[in-house]
């Protein structure tokens, strides 16, 4: 039920990798010892303009020693993309389980800009950035826990951006919906074998027969790569002027609008209820069309970080 997002810190190594300039990147991880696939991907830069650290961002202790050794404190791009995902019946997810989450994407983040934000604020610059989701703007089912993380991080991010922008501080947030990496094919076939005491049989069976299918026919039709996250990234970045929400992929953009066009939010939920569970045949049509119309050029026009 619980997984790390591995493919966080490829995304980095690849971002790092793609932007052209004189600038000194730092990546962290909390196990040093498993950063071989980060300095392959990272390739040349490694040792030359990228340091790895050691940090674990649900420690203030850790968080705190690894600014401290940065020269002088002097961070002047943030980017928050550690995360754990949570996914499965709510009945039978403990009270520590949803702690865990918290923990890391909401309360990581938090440490993490805290510990930044005063020497940005001082200098009168910086650019803070957060690896958000789709699901904080849209609630997606038995995704409870996480999607709650997500729209907690949001709801913070947008009073922050308020105020942070009153010290020439930029805020953005990117919002990726299915990204293709190990943890989310590592976590689909988990939850599949997982048995779920506490939830009663209908909604195991729910779970593992309908919401389970419907989620690999979206990623197999929607799911982006870390490079196309990364390429986001990297224009947010290098934007004069950047955008506070950066959806990566358009084809959620309708999805989200959706939500807002109904002050009630009956549409939304509605129509999620009847894609799942009335018109669930008619949804993986829908999904294998898109798949063969998002994939190679038109995929990269219809899917675009731009």
Known sequence: KEAIKMGSSIMLA??????????????????????DRLVEAAGDTYGQTLTLLSLD????????????????????????????GL??????????????????NFFGTVRMIKEVMPDMKKRRAGHIIVMSSVMGLQGVVFNDVYTAS???????????????????????LIEPGPVHTEFETKMMEEVAKMEYPGA?????????DVYIPSSIDI?????????????????????SRPRFRNLTNSLYTP??????ADESGGLSVHTFYNL??????LMHITMSILKCLTCSCLRRRTISPD
Request: charged residues 30%.
């Open 87 to 104: 996914l499965g019946p709510v009945e039978s997810i403990s009270m520590d389980e949803m702690k865990k989450v918290f923990e890391t």
């Open 255 to 260: 999805i989200v609008a959706m939500k807002y």
């Open 219 to 239: 990623f197999e039709a929607l799911g982006q790569t870390p490079e196309d996250i990364a390429k986001c990234t990297k224009k947010v970045i290098e934007s």
């Open 200 to 208: 009663d049989a209908d909604t195991v069976r729910y779970f593992k």
């Open 276 to 281: 799942l569970f009335n018109f669930g045949s």
């Open 57 to 84: 961002v649900c420690s203030d202790d850790s968080v705190r020693k690894c600014i401290d050794s940065v020269k002088d404190r002097h961070i002047d791009i943030l980017i928050n993309n550690a995360g754990v």
């Open 14 to 35: 690849l971002l790092i990798k793609n932007i052209v300039m004189k600038q000194y990147f730092i990546a962290t991880m909390r196990d040093l010892r498993k950063k």
């Open 150 to 172: 997500k729209f907690a991080i949001e709801g913070f991010c947008e009073s922050m951006a308020v105020q942070l922008l009153k010290f020439n501080v930029k805020l953005s």
